[in-house]
């Protein structure tokens, strides 16, 4: 299976990633939606995940939204993996065209790469929603309880896509075209459902469609190619 891949990837030059959860988890980042943490996190807060980083959170309950968001999101960031050193060098060698990503940590730009594509936003980015006010990470860290802007006192925010949130219309659009002129499409570090994902890659139309994550799933049939490991330990043997 391994060398089928690695020379379908030597024959393509328009090669589009996907890089999902188990991509970021991999780097070190901490996975909220894991048993313990879901566990953990209804017991400290009384809220799931999806509810304390919802939109109807940072509405109604700012103090709280920003606190778990601070304690939880921002307390670990994960560093790129040798997943996106492979990807850096198949952007290098001229194969990889875009990248997908739904992780919010921006570790494709870290890793020196370009074209991303980011559905779900980054924590380096921070705006007032007010005055359009652009703030560093590290003056929203800093700041203590809700942040708040410098020039309208507005909370700043974060500019990740929060649950009940759509994505831009634009950044589908650019991820639909992408996959619908690529030649090859990796799917690093989660499956085939949600209907994000599967909007998505629907308009792939090719048959080298390559998912590569570590526990199997039902929607692993719709791919052509699949191999159940951690994309840090295949990718670098393919590239």
């Not at 999101?73 to 990889?96: D, W």
Request: charged share 30%.
């Amino acid at each position: 299976m391994s060398q089928d891949i690695k020379k379908l990837i030597e024959e393509s030059n328009q090669i589009v990633c996907i890089t999902g959860q188990e991509a970021m988890v991999e780097c070190g980042g901490v996975d909220l939606w894991d048993a313990d943490n879901l566990y953990r996190i209804e017991k400290e807060y009384g809220k799931s995940p999806e509810e304390m980083l919802s939109a109807g959170e940072l509405t109604a309950r700012k103090v709280y939204f920003y606190n778990f968001y601070k304690k939880e999101v921002l307390r670990k960031f994960p560093e790129p993996s040798e997943t996106y050193e492979a990807l850096k060098k198949l952007q290098e060698a001229g194969k990889l065209k875009e990248i997908i990503s739904f992780n919010i940590y921006g570790l494709e730009y870290r890793a020196g790469l370009r074209n991303v594509i980011e559905l779900a936003g980054n924590i380096y980015d921070n705006y007032c929603p007010t005055c359009k006010k652009k703030y560093s990470l590290e003056f929203f860290m800093q700041e203590k309880g809700v942040p708040l802007c410098d020039e309208c006192k507005s909370a700043i925010r974060p500019n990740i896509r929060l649950h009940s949130e759509k994505v831009q219309n634009d950044l589908y659009t650019q991820a639909t075209l992408a996959c619908r002129n690529a030649d090859m499409v990796l799917v690093l570090g989660t499956n085939l459902s949600g209907s994000k994902m599967r909007y998505i890659t629907g308009h792939y139309d090719g048959n080298k469609l390559v998912v590569i994550h570590k526990e199997p799933h039902f929607t692993d049939k719709y791919a052509d190619y699949v191999i159940l490991e951690s994309p840090k330990d295949v990718l670098p043997k393919l590239v």
